[in-house]
């Protein structure tokens, strides 16, 4: 890492979010995917899985931000050839991903954002309600759902929902929907599939409940609503 870093290109949108809620003057260049905050103007470099390394080299970035999961290696093997230093992240609990965002802040922008504490503190509190087993689909055509160590796996276990493939041996495995193990429900986000009420309920026989992609998904600043958010679309209090 650069000893001061005042120039940064995130390919990840949680961790644009992230950074600019804490700090956007450093953000230089951001997905075509960083959508929050919705006023955020920079250069756009692309999709996580497709980002213009050229683009990104023109900008010359002080770091880049990413995630083993959501950028491929190639591409953040290819921004380091060009002398650019990348800051992986890949949590997989809620607990991993503060954690992995206090030091990543820390040492990015130099300071710790409350929102982090606040997010800390909305977690902190065991969940003691009934449970429910479920699957979890995150892609259709081919039907593919939550596996084994996923941080949006650990959130909905903190909200009651058990994973019925938390034991796969693949984090998001091909699933077929006539051989499903026993579940209670099936946890729709609308990202990375945008499923919805009419798109993705009908092909399954247990009740199916549409929630926010992004705060079951992301690892930022939405965090401190999730909990709020999440556990009010799984008992059917909003849409």
């Known amino acids: 890492m650069p000893a001061e870093i005042t120039r940064v290109v995130s390919i990840v949108p949680s961790l644009t979010e992230s950074i600019a809620f804490t700090h956007r003057s450093l953000l230089v260049g951001a997905t075509d995917w960083c959508t929050h905050p919705w006023d955020l103007d920079v250069t756009r470099v692309r999709g996580t899985k497709n980002p213009d390394v050229e683009q990104i080299v023109r900008l010359r970035p002080d770091v880049v931000v990413?995630?083993?999961?959501?950028?491929?290696?190639?591409?953040?093997d290819a921004l380091r050839a060009h002398g650019i230093a990348?800051?992986?992240t890949t949590p997989a609990t809620v607990e991993e991903s503060?954690?992995?965002?206090?030091r990543m802040l820390s040492a990015i922008t130099g300071s710790t954002p409350q929102w982090l504490g606040q997010a800390r503190e909305v977690w902190s509190t065991p969940y003691d309600?009934?449970?429910r087993r479920a699957v979890i689909p995150i892609w259709r055509r081919p039907w593919m759902a939550l596996g084994r160590d996923t941080f949006a796996g650990d959130v909905l276990r903190r909200l009651g929902i058990d994973n019925v493939f938390a034991q796969s041996?693949?984090?998001y495995p091909r699933i077929d929907l006539d051989a499903l193990p026993a579940y209670d429900v099936v946890?729709?986000?609308d990202e990375p599939y945008a499923f919805s009420p009419g798109d993705g309920p009908e092909a399954f026989s247990q009740p199916a409940i549409c929630v926010s992609g992004r705060h079951l998904t992301w690892y930022g600043p939405s965090l401190v609503q999730a909990r709020a958010v999440l556990a009010d679309q799984l008992s059917g209090r909003t849409g």
Do not use: F, K, T
């Open 66 to 76: 990413a995630n083993a999961e959501e950028n491929r290696a190639a591409d953040l």
């Open 86 to 88: 990348v800051w992986v």
């Open 98 to 102: 503060l954690g992995s965002l206090e």
């Open 129 to 131: 309600g009934p449970r």
């Open 169 to 171: 041996a693949q984090r």
């Open 187 to 189: 946890v729709l986000p």
